[in-house]
């Protein structure tokens, strides 16, 4: 039996863990730039606003009914999802992370074991030890863990949070429940297809013949309909590196000069560069580009983009900088009102599979100070240390103007009791 683990409204809850006063308060999440709500509290959606609401278009609602609004606050999510997880990791030993706020768990060792209280002590141990409130659904596969966690969610004053599909008969109700486009892994266009030809709900979707499915939604389709009918068949992923690393960000104004571009765009690179240190690989190439903005209609459009190939494969901010201001120098045309900007970097390979030519290598001396800046920087737990190109004073950076205090991971920021 497998079981997917998913924390409940993980962003709001979050911020409720330190904010006690806003339990059952509705609470929304916004985007980077404090652009669109991309977390509601139950509350939030009971009122209305829906998941990639822009924010300025709902200010009025947000006033209306009191709804507190956040920042995205990524520093505090991610490591209390680091805590969650840590917790559930001492219930088995295999284990899936499959995002920030959902896991998948391997019971199927656990035969002589009560699987309905042993997530019941798994569901109380994670809020007692983090304050997260979590569902968790048990099946035979992926897919089925995934529909009995909907159910555990949907229906959690029954349930208490935790729901199995342990037989045939509860599978098969489950499958006549649930739409067709929610199940995992069937996308709005599989949907459209699939409700054309009379399939409604998921049960449909598994009384279908296996040579339709596999024609119209290939091999993958016909994987979530064997995992449907109980047959698992998606294996536990084991984390890999990153094929390709963005930094892209849209600015909190329009820039038209140069210099300001250049500084953004070398701060894309160094972070391009310190995500591919702690994969231990090193990239072959850069992608740079710019956009204009596209609301504006009144001014003039341009998009551009330009791949820079490195000279040698690198991890060096140094070298990854220079490629990226080559990039923009071609790229860049003056008079033009720029939004966004951008740096993927591209052709990674682990740091160790790469030999180096004799005329072609990277400086020594970039490993250490490299290894100095990131310990530097991880130990304030900001990028105290910086190159001369980006900005010192960290003036051009994300709207946050609705940011909690990073209560776990800046000293500054930690609660005070007064007692």
């Known amino acids: 039996m497998i079981a997917l683990v998913d924390c409940n409204n993980f962003y709001a809850s979050c911020e409720r863990v330190f904010r006690p006063d806003l339990e059952n308060k509705p609470i929304v999440v916004l985007s980077n730039n404090d652009g669109c709500v991309i ?118 004053q029954k349930t208490q949070g935790v729901y199995a599909l342990d037989s045939p008969e509860k599978i098969k109700k489950a499958l006549e429940w649930l739409p067709i486009e929610d199940v995992w892994g069937i996308g709005r266009k599989h949907a459209a297809r699939l409700n054309s030809v009379g399939v409604k709900r998921a049960i449909d979707f598994v009384n279908l013949p296996d040579e339709w499915v596999k024609k119209q939604m290939a091999v993958v389709g016909l994987r979530l309909k064997k995992e449907l009918q109980g047959t698992p068949v998606l294996d536990f992923e084991v984390a890999s590196p990153k094929k390709m690393i963005a930094t892209t960000r849209s600015f ?104 180096y030519s004799m005329f072609d290598s990277p400086d020594p001396r970039h490993s250490v100070l490299m290894k100095m800046m990131d310990k530097i920087n991880s130990q304030n737990g900001y990028p105290l240390v910086k190159h001369a190109c980006q900005d010192s004073k960290r003036t051009w950076k994300m ?16 609660l005070v009791v007064k007692c």
Not at 90 to 97: G, K, L, Q, V
Not at 319 to 333: C, F, S
Not at 399 to 414: A, F, G, H, V
């Open 252 to 355: 909190e104004t329009m820039y038209t000069d140069f210099e300001n571009l250049h500084e953004r765009v070398s701060t894309f690179a160094v972070i391009c560069a310190e995500k591919l240190r702690k994969q231990a690989s090193v990239c072959n190439m850069l992608m740079v580009f710019v956009h204009t903005n596209s609301h504006r209609k009144d001014l003039p459009q341009y998009a551009r983009s330009i791949v820079v190939p490195l000279p040698f494969s690198s991890d060096s901010n140094i070298e990854l900088i220079r490629a990226a201001a080559k990039g923009l120098k071609l790229i860049y045309k003056p008079g033009l009102y720029y939004k966004k900007a951008g740096v993927i970097a591209m052709g990674i390979v682990p740091r160790n599979n790469v030999q």
């Open 399 to 414: 709207k946050q103007e609705k940011l909690s205090p990073k209560y776990t991971t800046k000293l500054s920021d930690i």
């Open 39 to 156: 977390a509601r509290s139950n509350e939030a959606k009971a009122l209305g606003v829906p998941m990639g609401a822009p924010a300025f278009q709902y200010k009025q609602l947000f006033e209306q009914h009191a709804i507190h609004v956040f920042s995205s606050n990524y520093a505090l999510y991610g490591d209390m999802s680091s805590r969650v997880m840590d917790t559930l990791a001492t219930f088995c030993s295999d284990m899936e992370i499959y995002s920030i706020d959902e896991a998948f768990l391997d019971l199927s060792g656990m035969h002589y074991v009560d699987l309905g209280a042993h997530s019941l002590e798994m569901k109380r141990r994670v809020q007692k030890y983090t304050g997260i409130p979590i569902s968790i659904g048990i099946g035979p596969g992926k897919a089925l863990a995934k529909v009995a966690n909907r159910i555990a969610k949907k229906y959690a």
